[in-house]
């Protein structure tokens, strides 16, 4: 069955440092997202990406923050100047087409501790 | 605007005891609607899920849930509990094609022997 992947599973850097999440999304899906997880609290939406360039984004998804796709497979969130708060689990999702209701398929999600 | 809310953020039952878990939602479009469950170190996968027609949807596990446009519900339940089902529980909404689905704060779910 086809999934999401998401790389590194965990993630451990210092404050200031800048970070790469990276997703490859189930292949024939065109709607692409980033959540965000602050342990024991909501799942977060951060940002959705569709033919190449982001549809929406949140206020929590400043200018720190950047998506990617930078080839036919990865999807990838940076991160520039971690912060202590920026500690969370992060979730790649993806979704089929217009045409679809809408089910967003995730991955098992990157943990993100920053010290 | 969407938002969802989800009364509970635990609910305990014992096995073999009726599961309901609430949710309400906002929307001024109507909705697709959907619970997604996440159990300990794993992503979220989707458990069923509310677009048109039928207003009671049938999802994995045995779970259902009925969508009642007037209450701006989407309660979910199981009649009979089982062990396995002890997991965290969201319910989240998007506006038809949207691109963002927006997700309540969960709500976990112990099962007692």
């Known amino acids: 069955e086809p999934e999401v992947t998401q790389t590194p599973s965990h993630q451990v850097t210092q404050m200031g440092q800048e970070v790469i999440l990276r997703c490859v999304p189930i292949s024939n899906h065109l709607y692409f997202y980033w959540y965000r997880q602050i342990l024991g609290q909501k799942v977060e939406f951060l940002v959705s990406?569709?033919?190449?360039?982001?549809?929406?984004k949140s206020e929590i998804f400043d200018d720190q923050f950047s998506v990617e796709r930078p080839d036919g497979s990865n999807f990838t969130l940076k991160i520039r100047s971690t912060k202590l708060e920026d500690s969370a689990m992060y979730f790649c999702?993806?979704?089929?087409?217009?045409?679809?209701?809408?089910?967003?398929?995730f991955g098992e999600g990157s943990r993100l501790t920053v010290l | 605007a969407q938002s969802v809310t989800q009364l509970g953020s635990h609910v305990s039952v014992s096995e073999g005891a009726l599961v309901l878990l609430r949710c309400n939602y906002s929307?001024?479009?109507?909705?697709?609607l959907f619970w997604y469950v996440q159990y300990p170190n794993q992503g979220l996968q989707l458990l069923l899920k509310y677009t048109t027609g039928a207003t009671l949807v049938k999802g994995i596990n045995g779970f259902e849930a009925e969508f009642k446009k007037s209450e701006t519900s989407f309660h979910l339940t199981k009649p009979s509990a089982h062990m396995s089902d002890a997991a965290e529980y969201f319910c989240?909404?998007?506006?038809?094609?949207?691109?963002?689905?927006?997700f309540g704060a969960g709500t976990r779910l112990f099962v007692k022997a």
């Open positions: 999702a993806s979704r089929g087409t217009s045409l679809d209701t809408g089910e967003l398929f």
């Open positions: 990406f569709y033919n190449n360039e982001i549809s929406e």
């Open positions: 989240a909404v998007s506006n038809t094609g949207g691109f963002k689905t927006i």
């Open positions: 929307s001024s479009v109507p909705p697709y």
